[in-house]
C-alpha cells in the first residue's frame, strides 16, 4: 500500500514506523502537520490508500477524515482519552498501560478502534517509555492495524460509552513539588512524568527553573529542598524523606524572551550555584547503591560492561572525556570483552548541541566537542588487546552511530532506529565515519546513507551491515541478553584468534591510511562548518536548540519513501537476525 504519515514531528516513534513499514514493502510518504491546509495538499498529492498520525498534537480537518481512513496512534489504553496520557500513567505510577489506534473523528480520541496493545510500565522516565515499551506496542499496534486494513474485511469496534476516561491536560499545577511535604516516590513520578516536556516548574536560588529528570539518592540528606552537592553536572537536592539527583535545569521563559532550553543543571545556575560539595561516583559504583551516575562500570567473569546514559544521548566535552577516563579504565581490567552502552534508552546522538548553543563562543566549544568525541572513537578503533562490542539499547545517530560502528561488533535491541548522518546539521562529520562506515557497507551505501539522511531500521540496518546483531527482546530484557551473549563470546576459543586477528588487521590498514589521516581530513571540513559564521551550521543548530517551528516539511522527507529508504529492495537481500559471533 501507499501510506502517508502525518506527524508532527518526525520523532522517534514516526521514525521508527516510517522505517518498519517500508520494511514489509509499504510506500511510505512522510508530511509534517504545519496546519489544514497543509495537510489537505499533501492528502491531494499522495493520493494514499491509508493516513497514519504517529505522533500528532492537532486535528485532522473534517474533510480530509472524512474521505481518507486516518488512523490516530493514542498513547494509552482504550478508551483513554486526552493530550497528557502518558503523563497521567506515570504521575499516578501505572503498572501496566497500552496503546490504541483508532479513526481520526469529531471527537478526540473517541473513534473506532482498529488495533490496541498492552505494555508494562517499569519506573522509569516517560520519554524512556515513549521510545521502549509504548514504542513496542505502538508499533505492534500499527502493523496490526495495517494488516487488518489490507485485508479489506476487518471491522472496527465502535469504543463504548462506559470505557470512555477524558484526562485534562497535565498542566504545571498538577506537576508541582511541595519539597517540605512530598515523599521521595511522588518526587520522582512527577520529575519522571516531565522528564523531557515540559519539565516540572519550581523556585530554586530565586528564580523558576523546570527541573529535567529525577534520580533517587539513597545516602545524602538534608534539609527538604536544599542543595545538597553536585555530581557531573547534575544536582542533588533533599526532600522529605530523602534526597533525588536532577541532571538538567532549564530557565522559565521570560516575557517576550528568547525561548529557553535544557542545561546540564549547574552549567544553568552558573553564578548562583553556592559552595557545595561536589561528589564524583566512582566508575566501579558497587550495584547496590542507589545513586545517580552517567558512567559506570561491572564485570562478569571475563567482561567488562561500561554503561553510560547521557540525557537526550548527547555528549558534551566534559561527558566524552570522562567516558573516555572510564573506558581506559576498563581496557585495564583483565578482561577480553569489553561491553559499551546502557542497559536501554538512547545510546549516543552525538556531540551537545544545546551546551554548544550556551557557550560564549560556540565554534570553540564545537571544536572542543568534536575532537573529545574523536579521542573517545579513536580509543576504541586501537583497542587491539580485546573485542569491543557496543550494545544498543536505544536509538543512536550522527557521533553517536559512528562511535557504536568503531567496536568490533554492533549489537543492537529490535526497535533501535540508527541515523547514520550529519547532513541535516550542516556538517560533513567527524568521528572517523569515513574509515569506519565504508568499511562496513561500500563507499557508494555510506555515501547514500549520509546523503539521504533517512533513518534506517535495526532489521535494515543487519541486512545493510551497520550491526551484527538484533536482539528481540523486550527493553527490560535487553541487558540481561546482552550479558549472557558477552560471556559466551568470551568463553569462546577462538576469542584470542579473533583478538589476534584484530590487532593484524589494524596495523596493517594503518600503513595504508593511518587513522590519523582520516581525522585530519574530517576534521578540516568540519573546522570549516563550525568557524564559518555564515555556515549553514549555526542557524540550524540554534533552530533544533530552539525548538523553532519549521515552515514547511524537509526536502529529503518530502521526496523519501520508506521503500526506497530502508526497504529490502535499496540494501539488499535479508540475512537472518542473528549472525554467529565469529567474524
Not at 311 to 330: I, K, V
Request: charged share 25%.
Amino acid at each position: 500500500m501507499h501510506i502517508l504519515l502525518i506527524a508532527s514531528a518526525f520523532n522517534s516513534l514516526t521514525q521508527r514506523v516510517f522505517g518498519e513499514l517500508g520494511d514489509r514493502g509499504h510506500t511510505v510518504a512522510v508530511e509534517l502537520a504545519l496546519g489544514d491546509e497543509s495537510l489537505r495538499e499533501a492528502v491531494r498529492r499522495h493520493t494514499p490508500d491509508l493516513v497514519i498520525a504517529p505522533m500528532l498534537k492537532s486535528a485532522i480537518p473534517r474533510d480530509v477524515w472524512s474521505t481518507h481512513t486516518c488512523l490516530i496512534v493514542h498513547p494509552g489504553p482504550v478508551g483513554d482519552r486526552g493530550p497528557s496520557s502518558l503523563d497521567w500513567a506515570v504521575l499516578e505510577g501505572a503498572e501496566t498501560w497500552g496503546v490504541t489506534v483508532l479513526r481520526a473523528e469529531a471527537e478526540m480520541d473517541a473513534g473506532e478502534v482498529w488495533a490496541s496493545v498492552p505494555c508494562p510500565m517499569p519506573p522509569v522516565a516517560k520519554s524512556d517509555l515513549y521510545r521502549n515499551e509504548v514504542g513496542d506496542a505502538a508499533l505492534e499496534a500499527v502493523l496490526l492495524a495495517v494488516h487488518r486494513f489490507a485485508s479489506g474485511t476487518y471491522t472496527p469496534r465502535a469504543q463504548r460509552a462506559e470505557e470512555a476516561r477524558m484526562r485534562p491536560y497535565c498542566d504545571q499545577s498538577v506537576r508541582r513539588i511541595d519539597w517540605e511535604t512530598t515523599p521521595t516516590t511522588a518526587v520522582l513520578r512527577r520529575l519522571r512524568a516531565a522528564d523531557s516536556q515540559p519539565g516540572v516548574l519550581d523556585e530554586l536560588l530565586g528564580d523558576e527553573w523546570y527541573l529535567h529528570g529525577g534520580y533517587p539518592e539513597d545516602v545524602l540528606r538534608g534539609r527538604p529542598g536544599q542543595l545538597l552537592a553536585t555530581r557531573a553536572g547534575a544536582i542533588c537536592r533533599a526532600t522529605v524523606d530523602g534526597a533525588v539527583w536532577i541532571p538538567q535545569l532549564r530557565p522559565r521563559r521570560r516575557p517576550g524572551g528568547p525561548a529557553t532550553f535544557k542545561l546540564p543543571a549547574t552549567l544553568a545556575l552558573g553564578d548562583r550555584l553556592p559552595a557545595l560539595p561536589d561528589i564524583p561516583a566512582p566508575a566501579w559504583l558497587p550495584e547496590h547503591r542507589e545513586t545517580w551516575t552517567d558512567v559506570r562500570y561491572h564485570e562478569e567473569g571475563a567482561v567488562g560492561f561500561l554503561r553510560f546514559s547521557f540525557p537526550g544521548g548527547a555528549m558534551s566535552t566534559d561527558q566524552c572525556q570522562r567516558l573516555l577516563a572510564a573506558y581506559h579504565f576498563a581496557c585495564s581490567r583483565p578482561t577480553s570483552v569489553v561491553v559499551l552502552g546502557g542497559p536501554r534508552d538512547f545510546f549516543s546522538n552525538g556531540i551537545h548541541l544545546n551546551v554548544i548553543e550556551a557557550a560564549a563562543d560556540p565554534a570553540e566549544e564545537s571544536w572542543a566537542n568534536i575532537n573529545a568525541l574523536d579521542d573517545l572513537v579513536e580509543a576504541v578503533l586501537t583497542t587491539t588487546d580485546r573485542l569491543v562490542v557496543t550494545a544498543l539499547g536505544g536509538n543512536a545517530g550522527a557521533g553517536g552511530a559512528m562511535l557504536a560502528l568503531a567496536a568490533d561488533q554492533v549489537w543492537c535491541r529490535h526497535g533501535v532506529v540508527l541515523n547514520p548522518h550529519y547532513r541535516l546539521m550542516g556538517l560533513y562529520g567527524s568521528e572517523y565515519w569515513t574509515y569506519t562506515l565504508p568499511r562496513r557497507v561500500g563507499q557508494a551505501m555510506a555515501e547514500r546513507l549520509t546523503q539521504r539522511a533517512l533513518p534506517v531500521t535495526a532489521a535494515a540496518a543487519h541486512r545493510l551491515g551497520l550491526v551484527d546483531r538484533v536482539l528481540r527482546k523486550a527493553p527490560g530484557e535487553f541487558a540481561a541478553e546482552v550479558a549472557r551473549l558477552a560471556a559466551q563470546l568470551a568463553s569462546m576459543p577462538r576469542t584470542q584468534r579473533y583478538i589476534a586477528e584484530k590487532k593484524a588487521v589494524r596495523e596493517r590498514e594503518e600503513d595504508v591510511k593511518p587513522l590519523g589521516v582520516y581525522r585530519e581530513e574530517e576534521l578540516s571540513r568540519m573546522r570549516r562548518d563550525f568557524f564559518d559564521p555564515a555556515a549553514p551550521y549555526h542557524a540550524l543548530r540554534r533552530a533544533f536548540v530552539r525548538k523553532e517551528p519549521p515552515q514547511d516539511t524537509p526536502p529529503h522527507l518530502r521526496a523519501a519513501s520508506a521503500r526506497s529508504a530502508g526497504g529490502r529492495h535499496w540494501i539488499g537481500p535479508a540475512r537472518g537476525m542473528e549472525r554467529p559471533l565469529a567474524w
